[in-house]
Structure formats: structure tokens, C-alpha cells
């Protein structure tokens, strides 16, 4: 019997997954902890592409991997379903109107105001509580189903709440995983569902693997041999893509200390960028676009935006590429998958704490905000509201209210 596109097993073609991510891109408001919920309704909760469990798993990898998680999630998902073409279509269209955006940005900041505190931003910032809310319900359900699984995600929220930095939540993960390894009974843990091929030989893997530290090397060499600003700006996005832990929040004051200080950008226009980037739907590392636009040496404009933004998501690529199968593998061990599941019941604390903290202490000021996000998530989780109609609903009651 042929295998219908809503089962998991199933494979899309480009043009498909193309249009998918470009709905997310264009409705993906609140950053990347919100871009995961957008997702899990996406394509566990409506399209049944992927099952809780191998989202789960997908959420997990791009935790541990630096980069952008959000989309790092799309780019896994879209190798899921299409290999590595189906990968750059899930790239490109969740990444397409917030870097057009961006760009088009930069060649009017110099007459804009910058927007942090613009009413229909804080808006965007209470739909995010709804959302963050209603994927860190649903992934509790699943995925902290004892005690031991309850507390290890209690415990990962206040150790990422209380200690704070990037490598707290790597840490984290990674006690989560000898945890779950050590405690968690391996017949609760055992993977269950089929595991979804991926469609490149594991040479290709390697290949991946070895470029990326070839270029986390080599390109600041390049940079400094050749002169050239093009191969400079390659490099300090690239490096930053390779380096980074913990999302787009991270990467903002990451980019000011190795862009500003260079003079290529001055505070001011790095400001006003910093504000649109929050503003928009899509990931948050397309700043990288708008810094290479608006940077003063050429290339910029068009030119120097699309190079920057290639430099900062290459990493992903090549991450994702090159640990992907070998994920999938091991997701099949007995005390592998024990330890994934202590890894998936940290995430639930991890995304808890990240709900508290930006996102409910910038948004929440007020009861009006209170209830403005409680009836957002009635709305995404009872009445199952399209998310976009629950954004569109909530920035504009919010900007009445104000």
C-alpha cells in the first residue's frame, strides 16, 4: 500500500517543503524557543511529518550542536523528508523574508528610529508566551511521563534559570544524558517508532565534519594572507555560525563584539538593526544579513548581506549534515535511547526556563498581558487557532490595550 505524505515515513518534494518553511518563515514570530513551537504544530501536531518522538530527537541534536537551533531543527527536518535538497528548500524558505526584510532594512536604517519599544514589538513578544507555553505542555506530555523524567526537568530549569550562559545549557544536556543513562529503565526508554532514513552515504558525513573544522581554521588564515574584506567577513561570520550555543539571543552581543569594535558598523546602526531583527518573523541569525548590508567596506548592500548570511548558517549545514545519521543510529541503542531521554526531559526544562526568561519577563507587564497570552494559548491549544491568526489577534489587541 503506498505510503500517504501524512505518514511519517513518507518523503516531500522540494517545492513542498519550499512552501512550508516559507509559511513558517512568514508567520514565525517570538525567536527561536517560539520558532519550536511553530514547528511542533507544524509538522507533529497538523501534518503528521514527524512523530513527538523523532521531533523530540531532532530538538535534542540541535541543542547540543552550535548554531541556530530553530534552524537547524528546519534543516533537519527538511532532510528528513528530502535529503539535502529538501534541506536547502526548508533553509531557504524559513530564512527568505526575514533576510529580505533585513537587507531592505539596512538601506533605510540611517532614516529610521530604532524599534525596540514600538507597541505592536511588545505584541509580538505576548504571542510568544502562548506559544513557548503550548510547546513546552505538549513536549511535557510526552517526554516526562515519571518522576525521574519530572525532576530532571525541574532540575534543568533552575540550574539554567540560576547559572545562566550558553555553556550552563550544554552542561546541562550533557548530565541529562549520563543520567538517563545511568537511572532511566531501558525498557520505558526503547524507541518505538520507525526511524526515518536519511539519503546520503555516511562518507558524506565525514566530508561535512572535516570541512567545517577546515574552515573554523583555515578562513581566519585566509583572512589574514589575502587582505581581502570579503574573505574577513566570511570569516567573522562563520566563525561566530560555528561557535555559538544557545540560539539567536546569544549571537546578537556575539556579532557587536566582533563587528563594532572593527568599525564596519557603528552602534547606532548596529542598534537599530538589533531592534528590527526581534521584530520580524524567522530566525534571528539573518542580523547577520543586515550587519553585511549596512557594513561601511564593500561588498554590502544585496552583495555583502547574502555573503554574511551564507558565512553564518554554512556551520549548520555542515553540523547537521555531518552528525545526522549517526544520530539516527544511535537513537536505536537501548542505553543510547536511555540517555536521550533524559537528554529530551532536559529540553523540557530548558525550553520552561527560556518561557520565564526572556520571553515572559519582557512581555508580561501587566495584567492585560496576562490575559492578552493566557487567551493566545486557549486559542492555539483548546480552540487549535491557526498561529498566525493568533499573532495577527494579539498584536493588535495589544495595541489597543496599550
Known amino acids: 500500500m503506498p505510503v500517504s505524505d501524512e505518514d511519517p515515513r513518507s518523503r516531500s518534494s522540494p517545492y513542498a517543503i519550499f512552501l512550508v518553511f516559507l509559511r513558517l518563515g512568514l508567520t514565525s514570530f517570538g525567536g527561536p ?5 511553530y514547528f511542533r504544530a507544524a509538522f507533529v501536531t497538523r501534518r503528521r511529518w514527524l512523530s513527538e518522538q523523532d521531533f523530540g530527537d531532532v530538538v535534542a541534536l540541535c541543542q547540543f550542536l552550535p548554531g541556530p537551533a530553530s534552524s537547524q531543527a528546519g534543516i533537519a527536518i527538511g532532510l528528513m523528508r528530502g535529503g539535502l535538497v529538501g534541506a536547502a528548500a526548508a533553509w531557504i524558505g524559513f530564512t527568505l523574508p526575514s533576510a529580505i526584510l533585513m537587507i531592505g532594512f539596512g538601506y533605510a536604517a540611517d532614516r529610521l528610529d530604532p524599534m525596540a519599544e514600538a507597541k505592536w514589538l511588545h505584541g509580538l513578544l505576548i504571542v510568544a508566551v ?3 507555553a503550548q510547546a513546552v505542555w505538549g513536549m511535557a506530555r510526552s517526554f516526562t511521563p515519571d518522576r525521574a523524567r519530572i525532576a530532571f526537568a525541574g532540575a534543568s530549569a533552575v540550574a539554567v534559570l540560576a547559572l545562566h550562559g550558553p555553556i550552563v545549557t550544554l552542561t546541562v544536556l550533557a548530565l541529562a544524558a549520563l543520567l538517563g543513562w545511568w537511572l532511566l529503565p531501558r525498557s520505558d526508554t526503547a524507541v518505538t517508532a520507525r526511524t ?6 555516511r562518507w558524506l558525513s ?3 565534519g572535516i570541512v567545517f573544522f577546515a574552515l573554523l581554521v583555515g578562513l581566519p588564515l585566509a583572512a589574514r594572507l589575502t587582505g581581502l574584506h570579503t574573505v574577513a567577513l566570511i570569516d567573522k561570520f562563520y566563525r561566530v555560525g560555528a561557535l555559538v550555543f544557545g540560539g539567536g539571543h546569544v549571537v546578537l552581543p556575539m556579532l557587536e563584539t566582533e563587528i563594532v569594535p572593527q568599525g564596519w558598523v557603528t552602534q547606532p546602526l548596529f542598534l537599530a538593526g538589533y531592534s528590527a531583527a526581534q521584530a520580524i518573523p524567522g530566525p534571528l541569525f539573518t542580523f547577520a544579513a543586515y550587519l553585511g548590508a549596512v557594513t561601511n567596506i564593500a561588498p554590502n548592500g544585496w552583495g555583502g548581506g547574502l555573503i554574511a548570511l551564507f558565512a553564518i ?3 549548520s549545514f555542515l553540523m547537521v549534515i555531518a552528525a545526522f545519521p549517526y544520530w539516527s543510529a544511535i537513537r536505536q541503542n537501548a542505553n543510547a535511547s536511555a540517555a536521550l531521554a533524559g537528554v529530551n526531559a532536559a529540553v523540557v526544562g530548558i525550553l520552561l526556563a527560556a518561557l520565564y526568561t526572556p520571553i515572559w519577563t519582557s512581555a508580561i507587564r501587566a495584567p492585560s498581558d496576562f490575559i492578552l497570552a493566557l487567551l ?9 487557532a491557526p498561529p498566525w491568526s493568533v499573532v ?3 498584536v493588535i489587541a495589544a495595541r489597543l490595550l496599550a
Open 196 to 201: 526515518i532514513s536519511v539519503s546520503w552515504p
Open 130 to 132: 502562548a506559544v513557548v
Open 376 to 384: 493566545g494559548l486557549a486559542a492555539l491549544q483548546v480552540w487549535r
Open 33 to 37: 524557543v517560539a520558532h519550536l513551537g
Open 206 to 208: 565525514w566530508i561535512a
Open 313 to 315: 548558517f554554512l556551520p
Open 392 to 394: 495577527a489577534a494579539t
